[in-house]
């Protein structure tokens, strides 16, 4: 098949939304027609100029864009101009509309609400912007004047918007304060049988089931407020030349960088609760305790929380207590260590998670639909994915297949943060987890040494160093 470009004055577009699936667009003779110009391969749109997608994503008397291409395109269109922008365009385009005074322009106001919807309840976050709300006032005088069905819509709308930023302000606020309270320093890290005294782990829950489904629990809520758009607005600012306005200098990515530092904390705090005891058998008795929360994670489909306790115990102050781990049967840590191999690209964890997606997909319980994916991974493929691909092509088209490709990655994610938890939640538990004190890189090594002493004269010069440093910050604190 040829790849053909139409440059069109008109508009061909069929009544179901021209192409109505991103797989057709193709007309008998191979030749597809569509407004401005747009290039279509296989009969899927590969590239086109943006006021072309622009001006295929407004809806018309006889035409509403496929979904799949309104995600797609409202995702990774904040590649090339800011969502305000975006905004303001539609706007114009829909008021040239009315202003051109076809009587059947009334059928097109359901369709623009249609549009709108679908905007705000998969990017509300754009909506922070007031700039975006006062556009969105602005359209609803515009499409919904006379027709009292889409006003009441667009009220609707408006009002499902405003709860859900609420709860995402509401969540951001409760997130801040949990992590204040986390930041409190362990009582006193001179003695280290002070420091064990504050609750541990199994004191709080000592059944590894209960503790992996608490974990899932943070996960799915955390995930939840993640907007697709923050895995797009992380790399936004990569290519000067398409974005000289620099509009996302301060990139709006907070809930995806509060998920990431929850992976962190959940490393740290695994490697605090087996650094701190002072004996080695309670030392021991945490790693095994730890190796079968992972276990029950992997059974969940929590990978996330999986890798961020094998993190956690493959943090140098944990893996260098042999004495401790000679004390350890390891033979399930192997396995999940294997599991989440970084060899071949995480070949392993990739299958294991296209197992835990089809069973997902045919699931007869709410805990089977769980699936919580390794999350530094996903972003790793996403940007690599940008970074690999072109976003113009040299005849200055937008390419389409890579915002094609965004969109399948995220469009995913997206089904996996839809699921509720089925679990029980346990209060206890979870303040545990989410405020608990944790030593940071520093103090772990320096709990490693108090635990089991320094081995070579390294690590000699590594405990005498740190006990200086710590007994400084204390002094000037």
């Known amino acids: 098949c040829v790849c053909v470009c139409v440059c069109s004055d008109q508009s061909y577009r069929s009544n179901s939304g021209g192409p109505a699936d991103p797989k057709e667009g193709r007309f008998g003779n191979g030749i597809t027609a569509s407004y401005g110009e747009m290039c279509y391969h296989d009969n899927s749109l590969v590239s086109g100029s943006l006021e072309a997608l622009i001006q295929h994503l407004v809806p018309t008397v006889d035409y509403y864009p496929d979904r799949s291409y309104v995600f797609t395109f409202l995702l990774s269109s904040r590649l090339f101009l800011h969502p305000y922008e975006l905004m303001s365009r539609v706007c114009h385009l829909c008021v040239e509309q009315q202003r051109s005074g076809d009587p059947l322009l009334d059928k097109v106001a359901p369709k623009l609400v249609q549009l709108l919807t679908e905007w705000t309840e998969t990017f509300p976050y754009d909506f922070r912007d007031e700039r975006m709300m006062r556009c969105l006032k602005d359209m609803t005088h ?111 990515t907070s809930n995806l960088e509060a998920y990431v530092n929850w992976f962190n904390r959940l490393s740290y705090l695994v490697a605090t609760e087996i650094c701190l005891p002072v004996k080695k058998k309670h030392r021991a008795r945490a790693i095994e305790f730890f190796i079968d929360v992972a276990q029950e994670c992997f059974n969940i489909g929590n990978f996330n929380s999986l890798m961020a306790i094998i993190t956690g115990m493959n943090m140098s102050p944990v893996s260098r207590l042999k004495k401790t781990w000679s004390k350890v049967n390891t033979d399930k840590f192997d396995i999940l260590e294997h599991q989440m191999d970084p060899s071949s690209n995480f070949s392993n964890y990739r299958t294991a998670l296209r197992g835990a997606t089809q069973r997902s997909e045919t699931a007869h319980s709410s805990q089977e639909r769980i699936v919580i994916p390794f999350f530094s991974l996903l972003i790793k493929d996403i940007y690599f994915l940008n970074e690999g691909c072109a976003s113009r092509l040299t005849t200055g088209h937008i390419n389409f297949e890579k915002l094609w490709e965004l969109a399948k990655q995220v469009s995913e994610f997206l089904v996996w943060r839809q699921v509720v938890c089925p679990f029980q939640r346990d209060r206890r538990i979870l303040q545990f987890l989410v405020t608990s004190p944790v030593f940071n890189e520093d103090e772990l090594h320096l709990a490693s040494y108090e635990s089991e002493g320094p081995e070579n004269h390294m690590e000699k010069d590594s405990r005498r160093s740190l006990r200086s440093s710590l007994l400084h910050r204390e002094n000037r604190s």
């Open 142 to 252: 515009h499409v919904a004047r006379g027709d009292e069905y889409s006003w009441r819509a667009m009220q609707q709308m408006t009002q499902r918007l405003i709860k859900r930023l609420s709860a995402l302000g509401q969540y951001e606020e409760a997130v801040a304060a949990l992590s204040a309270v986390a930041l409190e320093r362990p009582a006193s890290l001179k003695n280290k049988l002070t420091s064990a005294q504050r609750a541990d782990a199994m004191s709080v829950c000592d059944d590894p089931f209960v503790l992996a489904q608490q974990l899932t629990h943070i996960e799915l809520d955390r995930l939840s407020f993640i907007g697709p758009e923050e895995f797009i607005q992380t790399f936004a600012l990569k290519d000067p030349l398409e974005n000289h306005k620099g509009f996302f200098r301060k990139r709006k």
